[in-house]
C-alpha cells in the first residue's frame, strides 16, 4: 500500500530494486528506441541486465510487427539476443486471444497489418481482410450487399494503413449478423503515435472508435493498460509480480498496467510522458490520477547503467 512517489531512481536504489526482482518488461517504442534509433546507452543498460541472470521481456502495443520481426529489430539495433517468446507485441496476444476465445473453424475479419494476419495464422485462426478493399457499387444500397463469409466469428481491429469506409461497412455487417457472437477485439487504444519534433498521427485507437461507434459496443482490448498483456507473459513465465518491473514511457498504458497488476513501475522520460503529468496526477486526490504515478524514474534507461557495475 501507500501512495507511490515517483522518486528519482539513483544508483543505490536502483541497486535494491534491481536485486529485488528477476523480470523486467519493457515497453519499447519510447524505451528503448524511437522509431529506428535506439535510446542511447540502452542496449548496454539490457545487456548488463541479461548478464546479471534478469529476464527480459518486451510489451508493445505496436500492432505492425510480429514477434520474429521483433527480435530481429532488437538484434539490429546492439539488444542482447531476445527470442520470440520473450516478445509479447499486441497483434500476438491477439491471436492468442483469438485461438482461445473463438471456437474451432471460426474465422476473424481483420482491419489490420499483414503481421497481424501472419500472427492469426501462426495459431491457425483463417482470416480475411488486410489490405486495401473496395466498396462493392456505386450507391450505399450496393454496399450492404458485398458477400459475407459464414466462417467469421470476430473482427480484429488493429493497426490499418488501408482502414477504409468500406472495411468499416464490413466490419458493421459481421458485428450486426453475429450480434454477441460476433467478438469484437481491438488491439490498442493508443489515440497518437507521438513523431519526432512534436508531430504525431493518429493511433489505433482511433479506428478501433470508429468501428465501436458503428457497432454501438465496446471492443475487448488486448494491449495495455488492459491486464491481457500481462496475463500473456505470466501464463508463458514462471511470473512473481513482486518480483517484476514495468519499464514505460506512458503513465495511462505502461505504467497503469504495471500499477493494477502489482508490479514495481518505473518511467522513462525518453518517450510521451512528462514529469509534469506525474505531478498533476500526484497532486490530485482521485484515485484513478493516483494510479497514474510510477514507483520510480529515470531520465533514461541508460541511467541504470551506474546501478549495473559502471
Ligand atoms: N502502435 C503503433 C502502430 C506504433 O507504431 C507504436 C509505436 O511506434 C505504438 C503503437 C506504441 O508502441 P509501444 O507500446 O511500444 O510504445
Ligand atoms: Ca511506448
Redo the contacts with the bound molecule.
Sequence with gaps: GGQRRCCRLEAEAARAMLDAADTLLF?????LWR?EAAVSGAAAALGRLAAAGKRLCY??????RTRVAYTEKLRRLGFPPAEPRNVFG?AYCAARYLRQALPPGAAAYVLGSPALAAELEAVGIPHLGPGPAALPGPAPADWAQAPLDPAVRAVLVG?DEHFSYAKLCQALRYLLRGGTDCLLVGT?R?HR?PLEGGAAIP??GCLVKAVETAAQREAFIV??PNRYMFDCVASEFNIDPARTIMV???LD??ILMGNSCGLTTLLTLT?VSTLDEVRGHQDSDCLTRQSLVPDYYVDSISDLLPALGE
Design positions: 515497453d519499447c517504442d519510447g524505451v522509431g510489451v508493445t502495443n505496436n500492432s505492425s499486441s493497426f490498442n493508443d503515435l493511433g489505433t494491449g495495455k514505460g514511457d506512458r498504458t505502461d518517450g
